[in-house]
């Protein structure tokens, strides 16, 4: 759970939640025209907006990815889980989210490869990457040839390029663009496919179901998919650790799609072994060294499946997370 400490750290809390709305956006059909022209000045302003790295501090940049337009479940996860990682991971103004809704037109990017790919050269351009880490996450539905199903007719219809996307292309947004530590977490069916084009020894890969598995979940009316229920709202919520929140997700979903007859997802985790010293270094100052002021939200401190490290006399003395944008 969140502990708050005073009033005011509540009422940062509560703003923060309800900092990116989805029921409010332009439905009219007059406007839609006009909105998908103004989709260029939107991502632009808000990759402007993006906060630079802080030197000598592991930051965690966001972006997040939900481009099946067709299903308003997809959206409704993607702006909680930035949310939760603008908290957690202290992502606020370091985070963007690229949707297809219409619904979203005018608060979202279009989730499209030419929105992601200036996303991710954007985000190279302010990190170190030596010590920051990007998380790419991605909620649609996923074909068993292990792609990225993305549907958008409007957007198509106003000239945009709105494809499916596979592995080869991800790695090659981390590559083209320098990015080192990469956390990249895929929440569709047959997700699993992807883990062997994108593994390494800097990387963190966690995806809903296997690579001949469907996941769950899907719809209009669910606000997440049956995976991102258990492992953002129910572990990752209450926790600072994504390994930890997957090893308890697991189980709690094997459970839940027995007494369902699902056939089971067998959500995967590959944990790139250098990646594990960087996330344990990142919980452990937030967790060991923090300034408590007003305008920080203090977030709790999980137990981890494996132990934290000690301090060493290279780390800082102080590690501040602030809500201020730079």
Known sequence: ????????R??????????YPVTAGATDTNNKKNLFINQIELINSQLNHLADNRQNINDFYFVGFSPYAEE?????????????????????????LLVNNLKTLDIYPIASL?????????????????????????????????????????????????????????????????????VILILACFSGGFIDTLKNENT??????????????CGHHGDFTQFGKAFFKDNLNHSKDLISAFEHTRPQIEALEKKLDFRPSQPQIFIGENIRL?????????????????????????????????????????????????
């Open 278 to 326: 960087i996330l344990n270094r990142f919980r452990f100052r937030l967790c060991k060294y923090f300034y408590l002021r007003p305008d920080i939200l203090l977030l709790n401190c999980a137990s981890s499946v494996e132990p934290l490290r000690a301090v060493t006399e290279d780390d800082p003395p102080v590690m501040v997370f602030m809500t201020s944008s730079k």
């Open 114 to 182: 030419k929105n992601l790919e200036s996303a991710m050269n954007r985000i190279s351009s302010i990190i170190d990457p030596e010590e920051d880490i990007v998380v790419l996450y991605i909620t649609s539905h996923g074909s068993q040839d292990h792609r990225i199903l993305m549907n958008f007719d409007e957007a198509k219809r106003s000239g945009l390029n709105i494809e499916d996307i596979d592995a080869k292309t991800i790695k090659h947004l981390f590559e083209k663009n320098n990015i080192k530590w990469r």
């Open 10 to 19: 509540l009422i940062a809390f509560s703003l923060l939640i309800f900092a």
């Open 1 to 8: 759970m969140i502990f708050f400490s005073s009033p005011v």
């Open 72 to 96: 308003d479940v997809f959206m409704h996860e993607a702006t909680y889980v930035r949310n939760l990682f603008d908290l957690q991971y202290d992502t606020l103004n370091r985070s963007i």
């Open 204 to 217: 963190i890969i966690i995806t809903s179901a296997n690579i001949d598995r469907a996941s769950f979940g």
